[in-house]
DNA sequence: TCAAAAGTGTTCTCTTTACACCCATGC
DNA sequence: GCATGGGTGTAAAGAGAACACTTTTGA
């Protein structure tokens, strides 16, 4: 039993996970396994410790939902109108998390009966007020693929051109001339040739590139 | 006396509040009356109400701490570091606000012994991590003008171009071809004349413009 | 030999920058 | 009449957009 003075909010961090796959923006959601809201489609997250950052909370959660470490996050904004959550007054700082599409595998948590992902064009209802959240996450995205270079985190260690051109058309949703893109990239000095080549295809192999900082989100204009 | 099974952070939203005055751009500061950090001067703000969102928190702590209504307020970012507070855990929902340079009476509030504008190159000491927040907010500032109208907000109802200007080179600390700037902002189509012209420089008089848009912050380009 | 993606430059358009002089007013 | 800020256009440079064909591989 914890007593207060005055009363306190309950903190959570639920996150918003990306990733590209079959040639989609995807999104990762929970089954709630308990009330409000049982059955339901909702985030990842939970609770925020006493002893742990915002950012740790959010990596844990993460961790302990999905599986996935190590990624990229973000905090987003923090959402804290006085109803959205039935059972008490709840304050919710958002993350979004963007996942390269060969590390993902699921893990259901303790408070999921199931895990998956959705394409954005699919997402059944939410709990709460996550629309909100996943449609501010989602501007966020879009808008930062213009000003930094958040996109690289879609990818594995080795990518060809032509996949890092199409995660740059599957989030703005269309199509971008080949020359230009490839000019406009690598003018960046972002990402560098491995001296290897993709094979398997039945086409010409392509170069395949990686990044100068992998982890690191550049700004850039 | 509120009691919980598990325990809970305190949520506070903290302001950090800019206006232009002098040819600085200028920030809010109160010192403290009370421990912790007594006397040492710290951003407005105060705890979350329980049947308030966050918005209204911060604009409710605005009004009473400073007498400030009605102004530009926009989330800016949530600080839960275990240790920033040494009384309990606390977590803080950032704001900044803009304030036009005719709307400042300011009120010294409850728990603040004084109240005082400072530039942003001559800040005092700060209590508890109040630097990272001014740090960050300050940044957000600079990164919008260059994709937004923000900048309007600290113009009174009506302005001279060159008032305009002024602000503009003021926050970005560098200055601007008056010939370009005037093409600029002009094309953007956000202002329009008033008609009025202004009076009692020793100079040639300048045409007040004011907002198409008054309140509302547009992103450009 | 055919299908499929890889690779590669130039021209045009538009945006951004640089730059200098006359005007209206108050003192 | 002089000091002060108000007001205006053009040319050059740079950035972004449009555009088509040859190459290499697997089947």
Redesign the pocket.
């Known amino acids: 039993m914890y007593s207060y003075d005055h009363p306190h909010p309950a903190v959570t961090a639920d996150i918003v996970v990306f990733t590209i796959r079959d040639n989609q923006l995807k999104l990762l959601l929970i089954r709630r396994a308990y009330s409000p809201h049982k059955g339901k489609w909702a985030l990842p997250g939970g609770f925020v410790n006493m002893n742990e950052s915002l950012d740790e909370a959010a990596s844990r959660e993460l961790l302990e939902e999905t599986g996935v470490s190590g990624v990229y996050l973000e905090q987003l904004y923090t959402f804290g109108k006085p109803k959205r959550d039935p059972r008490e007054r709840v304050i919710t700082v958002a993350y979004y998390a963007l996942i390269p599409s060969d590390k993902m595998q699921l893990q259901a948590a303790t408070d999921a009966d199931a895990v998956g992902w959705f394409g954005m064009d699919e997402l059944p209802k939410l709990a709460f007020d996550h629309e909100d959240i996943v449609k501010m996450a989602h501007q966020r995205l879009v808008a930062k693929l213009d000003y930094s270079t958040v996109a690289f985190q879609f990818l594995p260690e080795s990518f060809?051109?032509?996949?890092l051109q199409n995660i740059y058309e599957i989030i703005f949703q269309e199509e971008t001339?080949?020359?230009?893109f490839?000019?406009?990239i690598l003018?960046l000095g972002q990402i560098e040739e491995t001296g290897e080549?993709?094979?398997?295809?039945?086409?010409?192999?392509?170069?395949l590139f990686k990044k100068k900082f992998p982890g690191r989100v550049t700004i850039i204009?």
Chains 1, 2 share one sequence.
């Open positions: 060809t051109l032509h996949e001339d080949k020359r230009n490839r000019k406009w003018g080549k993709s094979t398997g295809g039945a086409h010409r192999p392509a170069k204009k």
